[in-house]
């Protein structure tokens, strides 16, 4: 299918999602990409239209697998391989690949299937919140607070994202040569901060620094399901 039809059916499934009650909470899509993969384009092209999307947060983090081929990507970050390969593990899976998008840090799909894409969506935005999340900053300090709404069955990490919103990349060589990518929501930095049993409330705070946005995931231990998400953009 080409970039065109590709777009224009994520276009129709989210204009069919948007009729739906949107859910009590963000879902995140984790994109696995590379600029050095000539099937990753389309996925780029999507998570950019889910990146107009408040009750989504698409984060792109690029491998450096591809990057033997003739082109490095600027963007592509050892510890994204790492994560993308612990989440196969935690699936029993035994390869990766590119263009893969994670949901909700549960469910995997190719990220050229926009239609299965806006399912897990819906299916994730649509369960009842399992942690209230609340970010804020005040100068270059960001505060989270969290509380378990019930019962918390297990401990979660929290983690700490910072992204690019959008840069446009002109590529000389490679699988993708010739072409101008414009790439959204670029992850260029994620950190673990520490974890939390809910067992009374979150209250942590991080120096950050400079205007990139910034994302908190809580996620069970192992690459498990991600509970709660918060962005400050």
């Not at 390969?85 to 926009?114: C, F, N």
């Not at 897990?120 to 804020?136: D, G, N, W, Y």
Request: charged share 25%; with cysteine.
């Amino acid at each position: 299918m080409g970039w065109k039809r590709l777009v224009a059916a994520l276009s129709l499934a989210l204009s069919i999602a948007v009729a739906v009650e949107a859910g009590p909470r963000s879902v995140v899509v984790e994109l696995y990409t590379s600029q050095g993969c000539s099937s990753c384009p389309p996925a780029d092209e999507l998570l950019r239209e889910l990146s107009q999307r408040d009750d989504v947060i698409p984060l792109a983090l690029h491998v450096d697998y591809w990057d033997y081929i003739g082109w490095k990507d600027e963007f592509a970050r050892p510890s994204h391989s790492r994560r993308q390969r612990a989440y196969a593990r935690a699936a029993g899976q035994t390869v990766v690949y590119t263009p893969q998008m994670v949901i909700s840090g549960e469910d995997h799909l190719v990220g050229t299937k926009p239609m299965k894409l806006v399912e897990f969506i819906q299916k994730h935005s649509a369960r009842r919140p399992e942690v209230s999340l609340s970010l804020t900053r005040h100068g270059e300090v960001v505060r989270i607070e969290a509380r378990a709404n019930g019962e918390f069955r297990e401990p979660v990490v929290i983690h700490l994202v910072r992204y690019l919103p959008e840069k446009v990349v002109s590529i000389a060589r490679g699988e993708n040569a010739g072409r101008t990518i414009t790439y959204s929501n670029i992850v260029t930095e994620l950190v673990r901060l520490g974890t939390w049993n809910g067992s009374g409330p979150l209250a942590v705070e991080r120096v950050v620094s400079g205007d990139e946005s910034t994302v908190v995931l809580l996620q069970r231990a192992g690459h498990g399901p991600i509970v709660a998400a918060e962005r400050l953009r």
